[in-house]
């Protein structure tokens, strides 16, 4: 449901984008820009629903502060490494907005691996807790 709220959305922002800024402004250039960053940033929501559900599974299966730590480091201090090494070197919107995609990106890899190795633990966990002391002997 959130993959398909995100691809409405993304395609809404694409289509009325620059009807939408109008409310906004009568700037053309603003527009411009404006839609430069809808361009850039919609179709990477995408991407960070991986981040929004599986750090919600993980925090529901107890496990809090791995997924803290991975949405922090992945969201927030890859962004600022990507502005203080690379846009030094590359200045402009579009190198700047890139931090978004990039870092959702990046974060969203990190989660699908842990969680995919962290669900088997849970599950395996859970199975040997369900388990009877009869179930065991036989």
Same mark, same amino acid.
């Given at each position: ?15 009325a ?12 250039? +603003?527009?411009?820009i404006? !839609? ?10 995408? *991407? /960070? =629903?991986f981040?929004?559900?599986?750090s ?13 730590l ?18 030094r070197?590359?200045?402009? +919107?579009?190198?700047?907005? !890139? ?10 890899? *990190? /989660? =699908?691996?842990?969680?995919m ?5 849970f599950?395996?966990?859970c ?5 009877t ?5 036989a």
């Amino acid at each position: 449901m959130d993959l398909i709220a995100s691809l409405l959305l993304t395609t809404v922002m694409m289509v009325a984008g620059p009807y939408l800024l109008r409310l906004f402004t009568s700037d053309q250039e +603003v527009i411009e820009i404006g !839609m430069q960053i809808i361009h850039i940033i919609a179709p990477s929501y995408a *991407l /960070f =629903i991986f981040i929004e559900i599986l750090s919600s599974s993980l925090r529901g299966m107890g496990n809090v502060v791995i997924p803290m730590l991975m949405t922090c480091g992945g969201v927030c201090v890859l962004r600022i490494l990507w502005i203080f090494l690379f846009v030094r070197t590359h200045l402009s +919107v579009t190198t700047i907005l !890139m931090s978004y995609p990039i870092s959702w990106g990046f974060t969203a890899v *990190l /989660f =699908i691996i842990y969680f995919m190795f962290y669900q088997k633990k849970f599950f395996r966990r859970c199975m040997e807790e369900t388990e009877t002391p009869a179930e065991t002997n036989a």
